[in-house]
């Protein structure tokens, strides 16, 4: 088989391929039995019509589709392997010689990404924002694990429903009195943590003692992230038992409760490790997102492959519709409340598909200078992983991920990481402290928000 290729564009490649006329007159005879297997004639079975008069019946004119179905993607991927090309798109197939005694030549036409130079990514000099830890937020921790070890008490002395309490409640709630999908509970506990609700909510609750009910109604908010944005809900609420929390003490013995230390300071040293870790790792992201800001300025629009805008435009919009229908709402629905079109939401989609298809011709040609790549030995802890959890052996777990493309997807993001760590290390980082809240000015979404 002979491959040629043709570079159109920076963004587009043809393929010419020729297969080779023994091949092609293989796959006719194929075809040929295959259809005189199925041809039925006056005076014979199906199937038994002679090959000589099946051959008078049966033209190579209609058996080209199946031969193209039969040579044609077996051709391409062999071409592509050949020539290592990633097409982006569909190709765009042009048939130039199809026949049993000349062979079939095709050309296919199809987008792939650039080969971009990244200039000056070395030595940039970044400033970054990196807190420190401290006493208070080691304390902060170690209380949260101590409320995770609390217990429930019922509240012995005669006073009302008051913040920091668990009430146990049968409520129910309408609009215009039609009652709400799950809207409506029995025995559920509720804890009055003022953050947890809408704002004022908890207030028509306070003071309430057991077997108290209460009607009000509250509005919430367009924003409001549950099904019950910008409704106007009317409550009514019946308390059942108000409890309380008992903490334990904070000393050794709660150490060694919540964690392998033998003492309270050894869980402190550990949490405060294990914190001071997460810091640096956030502020690393934070690095690699201004240098990734700074260079992103060189991929020009041009350079830019509208299927893979699209795709990663599909990409978005899809995961937007699966965290929506986690919290029971619809796009249709989303864009209703918001006043937007599906038009709007679509240059929306392109815009957010077009920054991530930037981000992917960076960090490719990033790789490439660098002469990054996912190895056998990056990938197997994730497949003895994957191995693992399903109960299947690492080969069969690598053939899957292989024929369902996650192997690819898995080796992209293992790209990514490792094209983040090193613009991280050639940057010259500054790190400070966070400026106090009332001096930060709103930053510019990042732009790799998961790298």
């Known amino acids: 088989m002979k491959v040629n290729v043709t570079e159109k564009s920076p963004i587009e490649r043809v393929l010419e391929v020729s297969v080779p006329q023994e091949e092609v007159g293989g796959a006719y005879e194929a075809a040929f039995r295959s259809a005189l297997h199925r041809l039925s004639l006056p005076g014979f079975r199906k199937g038994k019509v002679p090959v000589a008069m099946g051959r008078r019946h ?19 991927n062999q071409a592509l392997e050949e020539t290592d090309l990633h097409p982006l798109s569909e190709p765009r197939w042009e048939i130039l010689e199809n026949s049993r005694d000349k062979g079939l030549v095709f050309k296919a036409t199809f987008e792939v990404l650039p080969h971009v130079e990244i200039q000056d990514y070395k030595g940039l000099e970044i400033t970054q924002e990196r807190p420190e830890i401290g006493d208070e937020q080691v304390e902060a921790v170690l209380e949260r694990m101590r409320q995770g070890q609390s217990e429930l008490l019922t509240l012995e002395e005669d006073r009302g429903l008051q913040e920091g309490d668990v009430a146990l409640v049968d409520f129910h709630s309408s609009e215009n009195g039609e009652p709400l999908p799950r809207g409506n509970a029995e025995n559920y506990p509720m804890e009055l943590i003022p953050g947890s609700y809408v704002q004022g909510f908890l207030e028509n609750l306070y003071g309430m003692k057991p077997d108290e009910e209460r009607d009000f109604e509250v509005d919430f908010p367009a924003d409001y992230p549950s ?16 409890k309380v929390r008992r903490l334990p003490e904070m000393d050794d013995a709660f150490a060694q409760a919540v964690s392998d230390k033998s003492t309270l300071e050894e869980l402190r040293a550990e949490i405060r490790e294990r914190m001071t870790s997460q810091v640096q790792h956030e502020a690393e992201h934070g690095v690699a997102n201004q240098v990734f800001q700074k260079l992103l300025e060189q991929i020009q629009p041009e350079v830019v492959p509208p299927s893979l805008v699209l795709n990663h435009a599909r990409q978005y919009t899809s995961s937007v519709i699966r965290d929506l229908d986690r919290r029971g709402q619809t796009l249709a629905g989303m864009l209703q409340q918001q006043g937007r079109s599906e038009e709007d939401w679509s240059k929306h989609a392109m815009g957010i598909g077009f920054g991530e298809a930037c981000m992917e011709i960076l960090i490719d040609a990033l790789a490439r200078q660098e002469g990054i790549q996912a190895t056998e030995e990056d990938l197997d802890p994730h497949i003895e992983q994957e191995a693992a959890r399903t109960h299947q052996s690492e080969t069969a777990v690598r053939n899957r991920m292989r024929k369902e493309g996650t192997l690819d997807l898995l080796k992209s993001h293992i790209v990514r990481h490792k094209v983040m760590h090193a613009v991280v290390d050639a940057a010259k980082v500054e790190y400070v402290l966070p400026r106090p809240k009332d001096q930060v000015e709103e930053a510019p979404a990042p732009v790799a928000a998961e790298v």
């Open 58 to 76: 049966i033209k190579d004119e209609s058996l080209t589709g199946q031969v193209l179905e039969d040579l044609l993607p077996s051709a391409f």
């Open 227 to 242: 099904e019950l944005a910008g409704k106007h809900v009317a409550f009514h609420f019946h308390l059942k038992e108000i």
